[in-house]
């Protein structure tokens, strides 16, 4: 039921800006808000964006979020090694009544 | 700090039935609604079902309705999802993630481990 595409992989070398997009439609991402979720490999997943653009306390401010209509986008700047991981955007979709995923990006640390 | 515990995970044959506990602590688990979220093995994350803090609404996923029920006892601080007819791609991670406050946008905030189901014959 992932009706939110998101590219398969983003690398960077350490210091760079990496960004993620996040493609959904009117019914998904265009009349709800978005987060975003991090997964280290081996854990549960961690909440690192809600609200399209607020970070949880603990989170660093190197990452950030934003939406335009259909489409939201997380970026990374000053990538480091300890950011290699799964990333995933979720919103709620008002004609599936249900929570819809991203089909999830590998984040990779040149 | 929130805590989430999953149980009940294991090897279920094709059609058996399974019942996955979350146990909840840290928190005042009645006032937060609650959900289901698996990952199947090497695969993405994909949201099962939610139940809000008095369990008046209830949503699922459209490939566990009919199979699927979700349900939370506020006085054990625990919820639960009671999995009948189980297939084989319904083999994954299950994990109980719980929401922020109400109105807060903060779904999925705090995440268990997660508790494996593995349906194969």
């Known amino acids: 039921q992932s009706v939110l595409t998101q590219p398969p992989s983003a690398s960077g070398t350490p210091g760079q800006r990496v960004t993620i997009s996040c493609s959904g439609s009117?019914?998904?991402?265009?009349?709800?808000?978005v987060n975003w979720y991090q997964q280290l490999p081996g854990t549960a997943p961690k909440l690192l964006i809600y609200?399209?653009?607020q970070r949880p306390s603990g989170v660093p401010d190197r990452f950030s979020g934003s939406k335009s209509g259909t489409s939201a986008s997380l970026a990374i700047s000053g990538l480091q090694s300890e950011d290699e991981a799964d990333y995933y955007c979720?919103?709620?979709?008002?004609?599936?009544?249900?929570?819809?995923f991203g089909t999830g990006t590998k984040v990779t640390a040149l | 700090e929130a805590q989430l515990v999953e149980s009940g995970g294991g090897l279920v044959q094709p059609g058996g039935s399974l019942r996955l506990s979350c146990a909840a602590s840290?928190?005042?688990?009645?006032?937060?609604?609650m959900n289901w979220v698996r990952q199947a093995p090497g695969k993405g994350l994909e949201w099962v079902s939610y139940?809000?803090?008095?369990?008046?609404?209830?949503y699922y996923t459209d490939s566990v309705k009919g199979r699927f029920t979700i349900s939370r006892d506020n006085a054990k601080n625990s919820l639960y999802l009671q999995m009948s007819s189980l297939r084989d791609e319904d083999t994954a991670v299950y994990y109980c993630?719980?929401?922020?406050?109400?109105?807060?946008?903060?779904?999925?905030?705090?995440w268990g481990q997660g508790t494996l189901v593995t349906v194969s014959s």
């Open positions: 840290g928190f005042t688990f009645s006032s937060y609604s």
């Open positions: 009117s019914s998904s991402i265009g009349s709800n808000i």
């Open positions: 979720v919103t709620w979709d008002d004609s599936l009544r249900g929570f819809v």
């Open positions: 993630a719980k929401d922020g406050p109400s109105g807060s946008y903060e779904f999925f905030q705090h």
């Open positions: 609200n399209n653009n």
């Open positions: 139940i809000s803090s008095s369990s008046s609404s209830i």
